[in-house]
């Protein structure tokens, strides 16, 4: 099985923006976001035929049906004057009451969520496919009067961002395990800028960057952490963390595994891929919508100004709430001092 994809005179990168390119050089022509919109949707379920009755109501959901009909001919009459005639090839099988994109096209999404031939399981792979993730999925583009597309949008970005993490993980880990802690620590860098709240990836950017024999660099990560959590939410990272840096500062980090029950391992990472694979299988029924409930609760103990004293305090409560939003469904998204972030639904 190849390592890289095969070669298209088409291809359309959707990571970090949107760019279609034809026989390397840029297509110009693809200039308004509902254009944007529809070739990326068209390209990304690509699997299935697309009423145009539910293509247009997904674009154009304040237009009445037949003006929303209209926009949807224009536009792929557009999609097919800057894509078709210059490149000799036909992208879009239109028929009187259905749409489908021919696979005949590069999508860097595609290559990135494991949904092309080119999938090889191996470190290469990984690397490559990683370095294709240059930011989220279609960013800046943006549907307010779409609600239909943009959950389409959320979702895919959502599950896309976690593929993200779990392969930077996952190469980061094993680069440290093989000892070689820089190139472990480029990985580990680069999920603490995705997740700069998650104070696991925090723990392992330190914890690296000691190993390095650079424990001034995990400091001063370390430090621009605290500011960030005194900012933003008026916290200091936990126990865990805090202990870490002391160690560090103290020259007393032995090399030893960090995170191990926390690391992703092959099974999590398939399992990114098969919730990319069944967001796109649910997409279609533009018109589903979920509810989520988010709670933020803060626990303050009183007349006590020592942060190590609160936080030995504020454990077993902490703790407590933990178990009882669990106990309902809930999930944690992330503990900071005293407070508790959670989600349910």
């Not at 959707?14 to 110009?28: I, K, Q, Y």
């Not at 070739?39 to 145009?52: C, G, S």
């Not at 990985?187 to 700069?196: K, W």
Request: proline share 5%; with cysteine.
């Amino acid at each position: 099985m190849p390592l890289f994809p095969p070669r298209h005179d088409l291809e359309l990168m959707l990571l970090g923006g949107f760019d279609a390119r034809l026989s390397g050089r840029p297509v110009d022509g693809i200039f308004y976001n509902k254009m944007r919109a529809l070739l990326a949707y068209l390209a990304v379920e690509r699997e299935q035929d697309h009423n145009r009755e539910v293509l247009a109501g997904l674009l154009w959901s304040d237009n009445d049906p037949t003006t929303a009909r209209g926009n949807l001919r224009r536009t792929l009459a557009d999609l097919r004057r800057v894509l078709e005639l210059p490149s000799g090839n036909v992208l879009f099988s239109a028929g009187k009451h259905t749409l489908r994109f021919v696979p005949n096209i590069y999508v860097d999404a595609m290559d990135f969520a494991g949904r092309t031939s080119a999938a090889a399981e191996n470190q290469l792979h990984e690397e490559r496919i990683i370095a294709l993730y240059r930011g989220e999925f279609l960013s800046g583009l943006s549907l307010p009067d779409s609600p239909d597309f943009e959950d389409w949008l959320q979702m895919h970005r959502e599950a896309l961002h976690r593929r993200a993490l779990a392969l930077l993980e996952q190469l980061s880990n094993r680069y440290m395990h093989m000892g070689d802690y820089s190139k472990a620590l480029q990985f580990a860098l680069r999920y603490a800028e995705m997740e700069p709240w998650n104070e696991d990836a925090l723990r392992r950017v330190m914890r690296l960057y000691a190993l390095n024999g650079q424990n001034s660099s995990a400091i001063v990560q370390y430090e621009a952490c605290c500011r960030l959590l005194k900012k933003e939410l008026g916290a200091l990272p936990n126990k865990e963390t805090r202990h870490l840096a002391e160690c560090i500062r103290n020259g007393e980090l032995r090399e030893e595994s960090p995170d191990t029950g926390r690391s992703f391992d092959k099974a999590l990472l398939n399992t990114a891929e098969s919730e990319m694979q069944t967001v796109s299988k649910a997409i279609p029924q533009p018109s589903e919508r979920r509810q989520v409930t988010v709670l933020y609760c803060e626990l303050t103990p009183s007349a006590i100004d020592d942060p190590d004293e609160v936080m030995e305090l504020l454990g077993l409560p902490q703790t407590r709430c933990t178990e009882i939003i669990r106990q309902f469904s809930g999930h944690i998204v992330q503990t900071h001092g005293g407070g508790l972030l959670a989600y349910f639904g």
